[in-house]
């Protein structure tokens, strides 16, 4: 039996540690049936760090649901990865160690990486286990691991033979901070301040002159042309000339095309290779010269003469001043203009040309956004950025990554005629850095030199491949085919994760696995929003509002963070406030009060009971407790937490323990002692089966109703009172079918309510007998329950309508329309209604003059009673009582 207060710092850690060693969420090793199957592709955090409170939020509502799901009698398969490839865990390295990963062999700086991770991946492990995470700890896995370092080169080889990808040397997105290229799906807009700058540009052979308006002025040397719109009618004498571009003196076309903006500047663009993605497509559709003015580090080139080797906006600076010097600044304002950044480093990026290894995705946009329209999106408006970001698309995807910690291309060039070699399927993973090629010589020229690729994949290119990893996607060399070790897991039930990586992992991994299998690779997509702090605003290190889960556990129950995390709609955004774990913790406790009290009456209750036996009120509860399984059920099904969550807590809080429990109190106690109050008489004989049993079974529908939200304290509540095996393997709870007169039973309960309030008003007892009471409403079947929990000697109900009238009690107006329309004259208006001097005309309301629609004003009323005791209104029915006491 539960005794003494609920322990939670001991109770939580000893079911933390008993579920990690019981293997109690372990997926089974024999074959599994597809249809038993819930399979979770849980998103791998990156290791970059400590985790933070929004994983831990994310975790928890994945968690909700494999818990259902497993209680539901699915074999839930419950993985955890750590991504520790790519650049995140180098920066880590670099910045832990003090080091450049430059300095270093490839596979040294690697083993370096392993070491500062490995600590990060064991306190990933700490936090989740802390905070009752249901994974299967022995499907675990690592992005740079051997067995995943094989499965994504083996997608580079069945991709590159599917014709999927290709290497080009063309522009590329280019972060000078990082030193890399990256994707579009790894930038984003940022407004900056910057400055417009007008410069005058010559005419070659001409005094004519026009100004260019440009945000980069250190772009001039990389200036190739100047383009005009062909509706420009002022400028459109220009097309044809030569342009001279001032201090460099490059001369350069001026040309016509469509996609200049006529609304910006002054209508005349300067081209440069390259400041942006439309200079990408003017280089291309004109087949314009290349003059690269800025390096991989953002370093101005030799293109720019003697600003070579300055930062770009030390050069910017140089250069708007000589042309200054030289007259040529025209006119210089401040603007606020959104830049393109890369979002790890908020570095603005540049676009370089570069060799570089992509995956397309353009020809196939229509095909990607039809598979995301075969999941279903828990909340359904998140397609909607999924769709947009595919419509938007404007680059294929770029995987080439410039660092030292990732997953090296399996690929070697030929010395001579660069044809491409690939490794053999059964020799992955390779390093080309260490590793030889399959070949002795080219297959093309014979040439028996190689030169290995350096670069590394995109994280994301391996991070797109959870599914697959954890399918046990392989080569089967017997069959000659890719084959799933576990076919049954695929496609996934639910792909959890942030809205913010809709466009990174969930875009990606549809794209990839799609190309590699033909299906979508998830049944439903679940998006959760980001923790923000008290205030609504973004954590950020930088702002200092970072809440840690040390910080949050160390002061409140797991189960109080698991509560307050059920908390909001999935997708929404949920600030984090103490509140919502208070409310968690009043939560627990009632929980564990009521269920001492509970076990303190049901010791001899019968395990059966004939249903056509069970008293009325029993019967209400349990039916009513049925239709709310139902709703819970469906709600958790949609992923609608917060619903499930404030349904059940609503119900047993006050439905079950303030009205029934009490009710059963009475029929079950044949003793004057109360464990749950200080003094109470009762009068029931104690022997009511139909109570016990009544009590016990709500009871443990209430326990497993509540597990897959506070885990801890329901797992130590049935092992103390009804079984050794773990409530998180028990059936959900099915409605029992019981048929009640739900509207009797809901009145009578309010009648009970409306009681409690009285005597309370009155500063009575809640012992304190009533001698009359008198009901207005439907009961029947309900009238002994109520006289015996709250004391009435006599109680009566009617149908008929008591001397009840209703009266007006008051008028609000309302000033956004009363103010603006008749101004001096409110206050008279506010005079007349105080001293009653109106007149309600149909739906108008007369007063000082004036006639007030319908919405200008509300009506208040108030129900009087005229005849003997006193009127208690409540929900379904009009309480009369009559007291002499």
């Known amino acids: 039996m539960p005794s003494g207060e609920y322990d939670p710092e001991t109770v939580e850690a000893n079911w933390q540690e008993r579920w990690v060693d019981e293997d109690l969420y372990a997926y089974p090793e024999r074959a599994v049936d597809p249809d038993t199957v819930f399979s979770i592709d849980t998103p791998p955090p990156t290791v970059s760090g400590s985790l933070h409170w929004g994983h831990v939020y994310g975790s928890i509502l994945q968690d909700f649901v494999a818990r259902f799901n497993r209680m539901r009698g699915k074999e839930v398969f419950y993985p955890f990865g750590y991504d520790d490839n790519g650049i995140a865990s180098e920066l880590l390295t670099e910045d832990e160690l003090g080091i450049k990963h430059q300095d270093y062999e490839r596979r040294e700086f690697q083993d370096l990486c392993r070491e500062v991770t490995s600590k990060y991946e064991a306190e990933f492990t ?145 081209c440069c290779t390259f400041g942006d993605q439309t200079d990408i497509e003017w280089y291309q559709a004109h087949d314009l010269p290349l003059r690269i003015a800025i390096d991989e580090s953002g370093t101005m080139t030799d293109v720019a003469g003697e600003y070579t080797g300055l930062a770009a906006d030390e050069a910017r600076e140089e250069i708007v001043s000589d042309l200054e010097d030289e007259g040529a600044l025209l006119d210089k304002r401040a603007i606020t203009h959104t830049v393109n950044v890369h979002e790890r480093c908020g570095t603005s990026v ?18 990607y956004l039809e598979a995301g329209e075969d999941m279903d999106w828990y909340p359904e408006k998140m397609f909607t950025r999924y769709k947009n970001w595919i419509e938007g698309l404007q680059w294929d995807w770029a995987i080439s990554r410039q660092r030292s910690s990732g997953i090296p291309f399996p690929v070697w060039y030929c010395g001579e005629c ?135 556990l160390d ?53 059966e009971f004939d249903h056509d036996e069970l008293k009325a009120i029993d019967r209400w509860l349990l039916a009513s407790l049925d239709r709310e399984i139902e709703f819970v059920t469906e709600k958790l099904d949609n992923r609608e937490f917060s619903k499930a969550r404030d349904r059940v807590r609503s119900f047993f809080w ?165 103010g603006p329309e008749y101004g001096s004259k409110v206050p008279d208006i506010e005079a007349a209604l105080a001293q009653d001097d109106y007149e309600l005309v149909d739906d108008e309301l007369h007063v000082a003059g004036v006639e007030l629609g319908p919405d200008a004003f509300e009506v208040n009323e108030e129900r009087t009673y005229s005849g003997e005791g006193e009127f208690v209104e409540t929900e379904g029915a009009l309480v009369i009582v009559k007291n002499d006491n």
């Open 555 to 607: 002061k409140f129950p797991v189960d109080a963070a698991r509560y307050w995390a059920a908390g909001s709609a999935v997708g929404d955004d949920l600030p984090y406030q103490e509140k919502g774990l208070v409310a968690g913790e009043k939560l627990m406790r009632k929980l564990w009060n009521a269920s001492k009290l509970v076990e303190s009456l049901t010791e001899d209750a019968p395990a």
């Open 350 to 367: 540049e676009f370089l040309v570069k060799d570089q290894w992509y995956i397309k995705l353009l020809d196939k946009r229509e095909e």
């Open 126 to 270: 700490e936090k989740m286990q802390r905070i009752g995470i249901s994974i299967d700890w022995d499907q675990t896995y690592q992005t740079i691991s051997p067995e995943v370092q094989r499965v994504s080169q083996l997608s580079f080889v069945d991709l590159y033979e599917q014709d999927r990808q290709y290497r080009q040397r063309a522009p590329a997105i280019w972060c000078p901070e990082c030193e890399t290229a990256i994707s579009q799906v790894e930038t984003e807009d940022d407004e900056q301040g910057s400055h417009f700058h007008d410069i005058e540009f010559g005419i070659v052979d001409s005094e004519e002159s026009f100004v260019i308006s440009t945000t980069r002025p250190e772009l001039l040397p990389a200036c190739v042309s100047v383009f005009v719109h062909p509706d420009d009618d002022e400028n459109q004498h220009l097309v044809g000339k030569e342009a001279e571009v001032p201090i460099f003196g490059q001369q350069v076309p001026i040309l016509e095309d469509d996609r200049v903006d006529l609304e910006t500047g002054t209508g005349l663009v300067m």
């Open 418 to 552: 660069e044809h491409v070699v690939v490794a053999d399927r059964e020799d992955l993973p390779v390093d080309p850095l260490s590793d030889d090629p399959p070949v002795d010589s080219c297959p093309e020229c014979g040439h028996d030199e190689f030169v290995p690729e350096d670069d590394v994949f995109d994280t994301w290119a391996t991070s797109s491949l959870t599914p697959l990893i954890n399918a046990g996607w392989d080569w089967n060399p017997e069959t000659e085919e890719m084959e799933l070790e576990r076919p049954e897991l695929y496609p996934f039930d639910m792909r959890p994760q942030g809205h913010d990586i809709i466009s990174f992992w969930l875009f990606h991994t549809v794209v990839k696995c799609y190309e590699h299998t033909g299906e979508v690779p998830f049944d439903s997509v679940m998006i959760n929003g980001m923790v923000l702090d008290e205030n609504r605003e973004k954590m950020s290190k930088s702002v200092g509002n970072i809440v840690s889960p040390d910080e949050v």
């Open 654 to 818: 006050h439905t079950f323990c303030d009205d029934y429990l009490e009710i059963a109190k009475q029929r079950l106690r044949d003793t004057a002692e109360d464990t749950s109050a200080s003094s109470q008489t009762w009068s029931g004989d104690g022997d009511d089966p139909s109570a016990a049993y009544t009590l016990q079974t709500a009871h443990q529908r209430f326990v497993r109703l509540f597990a897959p939200i506070l885990a801890h304290i329901t797992e130590e509540l049935w092992h103390d009172m009804y079984d050794g095996e773990s409530v998180h393997v028990q059936s959900w709870p099915e409605p029992l079918g019981l048929d009640a007169d739900v509207e009797a039973g809901e009145t009578a309960m309010a009648v009970v309510g409306a009681l409690r309030k009285y005597k309370s008003d009155a500063q009575l007892s809640m012992n304190a007998d009533i001698d009359d009471v008198e009901v207005y409403g439907n009961i029947d079947g309900f009238e002994d329950d109520i006289s015996g929990v709250m004391h009435v000697e006599t109680l009566t109900s009617t149908d008929e309508e008591p001397p009840i009238e209703s009266v007006i009690s008051g008028i609000d107006l309302d000033y956004s329309i009363v």
